[in-house]
T-cell receptor, first 111, second 114 residues
Framework: GNSVTQMEGPVTLSEEAFLTINCTYTATGYPSLFWYVQYPGEGLQLLLK?????DKGSNKGFEATYRKETTSFHLEKGSVQVSDSAVYFCAPRVGTDKLIFGTGTRLQVFP | DAGVIQSPRHEVTEMGQEVTLRCKPISGHNSLFWYRQTMMRGLELLIYFNNNVPIDDSGMPEDRFSAKMPNASFSTLKIQPSEPRDSAVYFCASNPQGAESPLHFGNGTRLTVT
């Protein structure tokens, strides 16, 4: 089955710092890869996705590249803002299989 | 597009009572998922439906939990009898057909069982 490993949080950064949140996955088949973000009191929402090897997903300054050889999909942002404080979830999905989420990584950005 | 609608937003009940959580998916979406989120266990998939048919309920904790999807626009998750360890935020999500389509989540129901 599918599984995902994310770096432990919380990740604490100052505003304008560089962000990396690591994600590695295992999947039977060729997954699509997703990053979701959860703001306090809300459900998860899609941040970005990539559907094939070497694709780069990007949104709101965040980026992640689909690395098939290392089965990774690390999330990066060059300059974080206080408003980026949230919990970030990595998730692979193969076909119409159930979507399994990692444990989530809490990001705290201070001014 | 109203998004996925869940009700109630908050539910407080006493141990032993029946609890019913409701979800209205986005119109036209073929798949519906129920997740539970706690600090200890993170986000757990309980059950999901494709075209109103339950596909995988292996995440349902025990027989006290049941889920139905009588039509394409409505689903319920029922806990009977409820226990304090069921306290969590329950999310419903839907998505259209296809692996590349993202899930759309509701804002969740926060359940507290005392």
């Amino acid at each position: 089955g599918n599984s995902v490993t994310q770096m432990e949080g919380p990740v604490t950064l100052s505003e304008e710092a560089f962000l990396t949140i690591n994600c590695t996955y295992t999947a039977t088949g060729y997954p699509s890869l997703f990053w979701y973000v959860q703001y306090p009191g809300e459900g998860l929402q899609l941040l970005l996705k990539a559907t094939k090897a070497d694709d780069k997903g990007s949104n709101k300054g965040f980026e992640a590249t689909y690395r098939k050889e290392t089965t990774s999909f690390h999330l990066e942002k060059g300059s974080v803002q206080v408003s980026d404080s949230a919990v970030y979830f990595c998730a692979p999905r193969v076909g119409t299989d159930k979507l399994i989420f990692g444990t989530g990584t809490r990001l705290q950005v201070f001014p | 597009d109203a998004g996925v609608i869940q009700s109630p937003r908050h539910e407080v009940t006493e141990m032993g009572q029946e609890v019913t959580l409701r979800c209205k998916p986005i119109s036209g979406h073929n798949s519906l998922f129920w997740y539970r989120q706690t600090m200890m266990r993170g986000l757990e998939l309980l059950i999901y439906f494709n075209n109103n048919v339950p596909i995988d309920d292996s995440g349902m904790p025990e027989d006290r939990f049941s889920a139905k999807m009588p039509n394409a626009s409505f689903s319920t998750l029922k806990i009977q009898p409820s226990e304090p360890r069921d306290s969590a935020v329950y999310f419903c999500a839907s998505n259209p057909q296809g692996a590349e389509s993202p899930l759309h989540f509701g804002n969740g129901t926060r359940l507290t069982v005392t």
